[in-house]
């Protein structure tokens, strides 16, 4: 199949399921995507300390 055809499809699919959410399962799923941007933004900071320090470490 086509690129698009296979994105719209997806997309389309998407709109359905979120457009039968009850307000309280779109919160429950706010509350699960902001976990998981935190989750994510902490390992990135993480790793970027763990480059410092052995940058640091390195150059001692």
Excluded: C, P
Excluded at 18 to 41: C, K, P, R, Y
Aim: overall charge positive; cysteine-free.
């Amino acid at each position: 199949m086509d690129k698009s055809v296979v994105t719209t499809n997806y997309i389309a699919s998407l709109m359905t399921m979120l457009a039968g959410l009850s307000i309280h399962e779109f919160v429950a799923l706010g509350g699960f995507l902001i976990g998981l941007a935190t989750f994510g933004v902490n390992l990135w900071y993480k790793r970027e300390m763990v480059k410092i320090q052995r940058k640091r470490s390195d150059d001692e």
